[in-house]
DNA sequence: TTTTATTTTTAGCCTTGTCTAAATATAAGG
DNA sequence: CCTTATATTTAGACAAGGCTAAAAATAAAA
């Protein structure tokens, strides 16, 4: 069994390795965790003692398959948990991180799984994040800004970047929400303003919106 | 605000007080929680600093209005928690206990809010306990068994005693759920069985079955 | 290649919540 | 009322997780 703050650190490794692609480093950790290095230290030792992860001394550390499984199943609860409270407690986008920190760390499997169920086996957190299956493994679709996408392309909406009430207030008055089929019809590079088409519709977004928007392509 | 173990504490001797009607001896918390009663000394010690609880050497604590305000709080998150796992989540009665006690915890007025909302703001947990309101109060209907009812006497179905499969199915069988209005209609005191009155319905009940059903009589 | 700057680790201390063993109150029995 | 039994508290220790300050490695610059 993982502590909460094992399980912290577990899950923290796993996204800096994500975003760094290799070793992670102590302050890189640190940082992220809102911890002082010495902390760090310490703690990863003891993981790698319980042989989740790799380290040596001054070279940082990698996740080991059977701690990348601890770490991705806590981000499957958290990511599940927020899936609740949006679709069935009416949440914000924006308010649920918190919460989800704490739902994360409950210990149960048939919870999760039952859970899972509940919610309809979703793949994808409000924010657009892949939920891990029960085995620790991810779609990896790359999702990628509207913004960045070409004349033609087509994609789901997977979550935004920006979260303000104005914005999601925007993206309901379009009928744009997550599962969202959006194709990009025109794109005008002076201003990177597109034309796209969502449904049955067909209308203009601003460079700001096609900038906040996560599109998963395929 | 309070830690795990502190509401722990605060929640085990909010029980206690109900059980035994007045100051809660040191030795009845420390089986209640499973401690050493040294441990128990030391933790009332500094609950009574945070005035949550009086105390006196040697002569046992009672919570104060404040104290018993935030026991009854985890108590009603505890029981909207057993309320979603069952009512949701399918979960049987008799498995919701330990996921609960973790659940409990997790902190967010506007996340209790909503789950109370969602739930249908229930009154009662799956085994029959009163939900708290959010100050703190409780309907305090004395829950009985169904066994010491008399003749004519009506009640709501509140819980279980017993809570094996079999006799959750038996209860199934005969339409008998959290709700369900019964009226005695006679008493055998020869064997303690019982004839009941449930919706349309009338039947018999063994005594094994009264002793382990709880209504709410009013 | 030295010297300086940065990163990382070590050493020692703190808090929370627990424990054991010993000391002290209170309660019960003769 | 005194003695034994039980309940409770104190004292000292420990593990988890964190911190600070100082030491040691590594990296960067001269």
Redesign the interface.
């Known amino acids: 069994m993982f502590s909460r703050a094992e399980e912290n650190y577990l899950k923290a490794i796993y996204h800096l390795e994500q975003q760094i692609q290799g070793e992670v480093s102590t302050n890189a950790i640190a940082e992220r965790m809102d911890t002082k290095p010495s902390s760090v230290t310490d703690m990863v030792q003891k993981l790698a003692e319980k042989e989740v992860l790799s380290y040596k001394k001054y070279k940082g550390t990698l996740l080991t398959p059977n701690g990348r499984k601890i770490a991705a199943n806590v981000i499957r609860k958290h990511r599940l948990w927020e899936v609740f ?1 949006v679709e ?4 914000q986008w924006d ?1 649920v991180h ?2 989800a920190e ?2 994360e760390h ?3 499997d ?2 999760v799984s ?2 899972d169920r ?1 919610l309809g086996n979703p793949d994808f957190d409000p924010h657009g994040d892949p939920i891990p299956d029960k085995h620790g493994n991810v779609k990896r679709t790359e999702k990628k800004l509207l913004s960045e996408c070409d004349k033609n392309q087509r994609g789901v909406c997977v979550g935004v970047k920006e979260t303000s009430a104005e914005f999601l207030q925007y993206l309901d008055k379009r009928k744009i929400s997550i599962g969202t089929k959006i194709k990009v019809l025109g794109k005008e590079f002076f201003d990177g303003s597109m034309i796209i088409q969502v449904g049955g519709d067909q209308f203009f977004v601003s460079q700001k919106i096609a900038e906040n928007l996560y599109v998963q392509t395929n």
């Open positions: 409270l069935k407690l009416n949440f308010e918190e919460i704490q739902l409950i210990q149960s048939e919870l039952r859970l509940f």
